[in-house]
């Protein structure tokens, strides 16, 4: 019998007090020995096995920029807030409760006796301190940018202020990013300094602390003993890094790992048949996409960037290279995020080969031209770019296509040395103003790879961040997922589900929109 675990199925778990608790079941009443299948629990016993997609950057939250990095920060700190998966929005964590003091000050009242991994008491200072190296990082503008770091005051030893330079009503989504975690200052001095917190975070406090890191192959965490939330299950937490989707889910099927990120999508129906592991799909927040830069010629034209796009049969090409996972995107938002908005009729593209040539005819380039494009090794992207490839050549557009490391990747197109490269966009926010440092003018190509330029859009993601009414920043939103499908600084090839696979003798997921899940919640199916 097919199995598969959908989007709201556990999610009770998490009602539970406490960031990643697991509800009523204590780290030491379970029995690791087996289960009702039989089967092993785990591969190792006591431990959780999480087959990694690629190697971390950093676990220092300030310097997290991917998805890797970020997996394993949530496992580690702990956020003023946490993301609320029944509801939408956010709950407590760090902060037992909030209140808005005037329209740019946010009041945080802090739990008492929270203890860091290098065993000091978290207060008010290491919350100023996080917000401080926050608003200094490159990485975690879209963030901290909104937020007046100088102006910000501890009041006492559990209440904080955070001053923003302007009204901002998505501030608080933004804080369930990993970027966004508590971090204490006696912890970043004790572990040698900024950089060295990167390698051995001792200023958190979430559920389970690092241990070992091994450069290209792991990295190893154990239960925080003195979390002030409930404790994991498993005393230990393994991330191995399974660069090859196909490695990844043959270490899965045979046993060697526990749980499985981003599972290849020809391998869905053979694991949903499978008595040894269960199938996690759900629509998530993550859009993969074709990211043109508009300052290099001739992708500056707009009509050349349209041309490019009405030549992708985008419907046969993502069945293929997704093997009928997830869906044709058409924005930047996926449908999860709350502030989606279908397209208007005048920019909803279709497969038009004539449209495309007459576009590039009207552009200048009646015989094409010639563009690089790059991927990283996701063998679903690979075969996109490949098909892409082939397309573009039927308008006269030769592609020079590369396969690369993603960390190699990430630093090129940081540099703006790229024409155009396949990456992928998680909204870990649940807001449309995840838009705003992705395509604002004045962001830099850390942020805005496309170095998109348009002062109508910069106005109104501008007004819609003053808007606390939350039908109209809505329709500000729709007006500005509109004009980037009519001005395709990207071309959203796909809206992912989130495929992931775990053991079938556990259960506990949390189905993260954002691809952050939180594996404290993870125990043994009952007997």
């Not at 993601?461 to 997922?481: H, L, N, S, W």
Request: charged share 20%; hydrophobic share 35%; glycine share 8%.
């Amino acid at each position: 019998m097919k199995k598969r675990i959908m989007a709201l199925c556990l999610t009770m778990l998490l009602a539970l007090s406490g960031c990643g608790s697991n509800g009523s079941q204590n780290a030491e009443t379970g029995d690791s020995s087996g289960s009702a299948s039989g089967m092993a629990l785990t591969a190792v016993e006591d431990t959780l096995t999480i087959g990694a997609t690629s190697e971390v950057f950093s676990l220092d939250p300030p310097s997290e920029n991917d998805s890797s990095s970020g997996q394993v920060i949530v496992q580690i700190f702990d956020g003023l807030v946490q993301p609320d998966y029944e509801n939408g929005g956010v709950k407590p964590c760090l902060a037992e409760s909030w209140e808005m003091i005037d329209d740019v000050t946010y009041r945080f009242h802090l739990r008492e006796g929270v203890m860091t991994h290098n065993g000091d008491e978290l207060t008010a200072e290491d919350v100023l301190y996080t917000v401080e190296r926050g608003v200094a990082s490159s990485y975690k503008q879209y963030v901290w940018g909104c937020v007046d770091a100088e102006n910000s005051q501890v009041v006492d030893t559990y209440t904080i202020d955070i001053k923003l330079l302007y009204p901002n009503a998505s501030f608080l989504q933004y804080l369930v990013d990993p970027g966004a975690s508590i971090v204490s200052k006696a912890g970043v001095e004790a572990a040698g300094g900024e950089e060295a917190h990167g390698r051995n975070p001792l200023g958190a406090t979430g559920p389970y602390k690092f241990k070992e890191w091994i450069a290209g192959d792991r990295i190893v965490l154990e239960r925080n003993e003195n979390y002030w939330g409930d404790a994991p299950y498993f005393k230990n937490l393994v991330f191995r890094v399974i660069s090859d989707g196909t490695s990844r889910s043959l270490s899965l099927e045979t046993g060697e790992i526990d749980f499985a990120f981003d599972i290849l999508p020809a391998q869905v129906e053979q694991f949903e048949a499978s008595d040894a592991v269960d199938v996690i799909r759900y629509d998530g927040m993550t859009t993969t996409y074709l990211c043109f830069n508009t300052a290099h010629e001739p992708l500056n034209d707009v009509r050349v960037r349209q041309a490019l796009r009405y030549a992708l049969d985008l419907e046969s090409m993502v069945n293929v290279a997704f093997a009928g996972t997830g869906s044709v995107g058409d924005g930047p938002l996926t449908p999860t995020n709350a502030d989606y908005s279908a397209p208007g009729e005048d920019v909803a593209y279709t497969y038009n080969l004539e449209k495309a040539k007459e576009l590039l005819a009207e552009a200048g380039y009646p015989d094409g031209f010639t563009i690089s494009l790059w991927t990283n090794e996701n063998q679903a992207r690979i075969d996109l770019a490949e098909m892409i490839q082939n397309a573009w050549g039927q308008i006269g557009v030769t592609v020079e296509y590369t396969i690369m490391e993603f960390a190699s990747m990430l630093e090129l197109e940081s540099a703006g040395e790229h024409d155009c490269f396949i990456p992928w966009f998680v909204s870990v926010a649940n807001s449309g103003d995840t838009m705003y440092d992705k395509f604002y003018s004045t962001s830099g190509y850390t942020s805005n790879t496309a170095a998109y330029q348009n002062p109508k859009f910069d106005e109104l993601m501008d007004a819609a961040r003053g808007e606390f009414d939350d039908a109209t920043r809505k329709e500000i939103y729709a007006e500005v997922q509109d004009l980037l499908r009519e001005e395709l600084p990207w071309i959203y090839l796909q809206f992912n589900e989130n495929l992931y696979g775990i053991r079938s003798t556990l259960t506990g997921f949390n189905n993260d929109p954002g691809a952050m899940p939180r594996f404290a919640t993870i125990v043994p199916k009952a007997s």
